[in-house]
Structure formats: structure tokens, C-alpha cells
């Protein structure tokens, strides 16, 4: 159990456009879901908190306007990249938090999102 | 703010030999993680420390939760193939308000097996 999946696993798209990565937990709810953003041979770095049925939380630096999250319901969250450009080309990661006695270690990761901005 | 120190940053050794890695902060943490990423992967968590002191296995791997909770090294054992990957370490981050929310991660270990 506790499986998270992201769609789609990869993307490539003409700058300008914008892209929506999902994030689905498949077998347990997620009230908590995160977002990160990994550059090539770099580390994960979180970008967002996103509740369900309320407002995202973001990192500094992370632009609000330009990274949109919905979490919709307790297992699916999106993440819009609007108006996207080649510096946003990156592999984004969802995790989702699931309800446990220990929620540090209930917190299971997606295989990530490959988007390569033309 | 919290930052995780990794080292070394790549390793290059031969199957059969054993691997030790470590990862230091400047603050204290209550949680420390090691996860595990293969490539076009998302990272898969490999051990959870939460006591000072605390030492932990899971099968060939180990790993411990420093005395002053500012520091924790992993252990794998009789390396093999499938051990390639890159090592992180990962603690939480501690927001404004006292919750923790997301995980701040090390840079890396890129584990490089030699047959």
C-alpha cells in the first residue's frame, strides 16, 4: 500500500504554454501533499505545501502566480506550471502525507515528473 | 536556515565492499531520514531515525541518529549492483509557526559500484 503516482511522467512543451503535473495518492488519502523541484544532478527542494480544501503554502523564492496548486480532494493535488519557460525545464516530485502515528515516515514520494521547456 | 552537509559526494567502490556516508547540520533535528534515488525516480525512503542515539537497520543498511542531533551516517554493507544510486539524507523543515511541513535534503551521495 501507500502508493502515490504522478501523471504525466514526462513532458515537453513550447515556452509560453502551461503545464499541469497531477499528483495522485491511490490507496490512502493525503491531506498534505508536497512539491518539489530537482535540477539535474542537484537535490530535492521543496516548492509548496499543498492542503486540501485550503490555500498552498510556499517556499520563498517559489513564485505563487507562476506555480499553481489545487488539492482538490484528499488524493489528488495538481501543480501548473503557467506560462512556462526553459529555466522552469526541471524533474518535479509530489510526496503525500499520510495520516500515521509517525507522519515523517509516512510521507511517500512520487516517481516524478519529467518537463522539458522548448 | 536548515541546511544538510553530505558527504563524500560520490563514491566509486567495488561489489563486496562496504559503504559509510554521513551528513551534518549546523541545527538540531528530530527526525532524521535516508532515502535512496535511482535515476528518473522519486526517492524511496530506506531508514527513519527519531531518537538521539538511535541505531537503526534494514537488512545490509544501517544507520544512526547522532547524540547531539545535528549529525547521522548510513551504513551499507557487502555492496552489490543494485546499490547503485544517490543517498540522501532528509530532516523536516521547521516553518514559522513551529509545525513541521516538507523535508530539506542533503546534496547527494552518488554511489558508483565497480563489478
Known amino acids: 500500500g501507500a502508493v502515490v503516482s504522478q501523471h504525466p511522467s514526462r513532458v515537453i512543451c513550447k515556452s509560453g504554454t502551461s503545464v499541469k503535473i497531477e499528483c495522485r495518492s491511490l490507496?490512502?488519502?493525503?491531506?498534505?501533499m508536497f512539491w518539489y523541484r530537482q535540477f539535474p544532478k542537484q537535490s530535492l527542494m521543496l516548492m509548496a505545501t499543498?492542503?486540501?480544501?485550503?490555500?498552498?503554502?510556499?517556499e520563498q523564492g517559489v513564485e505563487k502566480d507562476k506555480f499553481l496548486i489545487n488539492h482538490a480532494s484528499l488524493t489528488l493535488s495538481t501543480l501548473t506550471v503557467t506560462s512556462a519557460h526553459p529555466e522552469d525545464s526541471s524533474f518535479y516530485i509530489c510526496s503525500a502525507r499520510r495520516v500515521g502515528r509517525r507522519y515523517q515516515e509516512t510521507q511517500y514520494f512520487g516517481p516524478g515528473t519529467r518537463l522539458l521547456v522548448l | 536556515g536548515q541546511q544538510l552537509n553530505q558527504s563524500p559526494q560520490s563514491m566509486f567502490i567495488q561489489e563486496g565492499e562496504d559503504v559509510s556516508m554521513n551528513c551534518t547540520s549546523s541545527?538540531?533535528?528530530?527526525?532524521w531520514l535516508w532515502y535512496k534515488q535511482d535515476p528518473g525516480e522519486g526517492p524511496v525512503l530506506l531508514i527513519a531515525?527519531?531518537?538521539?542515539?538511535e541505531l537503526t537497520s534494514n537488512g545490509r543498511l544501517t544507520a544512526q541518529f547522532g547524540i547531539t542531533r545535528k549529525d547521522s551516517f548510513l551504513n551499507i554493507s557487502a555492496s552489490i549492483p543494485s546499490d547503485v544510486g544517490i543517498y540522501f539524507c532528509?530532516?523536516?523543515?521547521?516553518?514559522?509557526?513551529?509545525?513541521?511541513?516538507?523535508?530539506?535534503f542533503g546534496k547527494g551521495t552518488h554511489l558508483i559500484i565497480q563489478p
Open positions: 532528509a530532516g523536516p523543515i521547521i516553518s514559522e509557526g513551529g509545525g513541521a511541513d516538507g523535508l530539506t
Open positions: 541545527s538540531i533535528f528530530n527526525t
Open positions: 531515525l527519531y531518537k538521539a542515539g
Open positions: 490507496d490512502f488519502q493525503a491531506t498534505t
Open positions: 499543498s492542503n486540501e480544501g485550503s490555500k498552498a503554502t510556499y
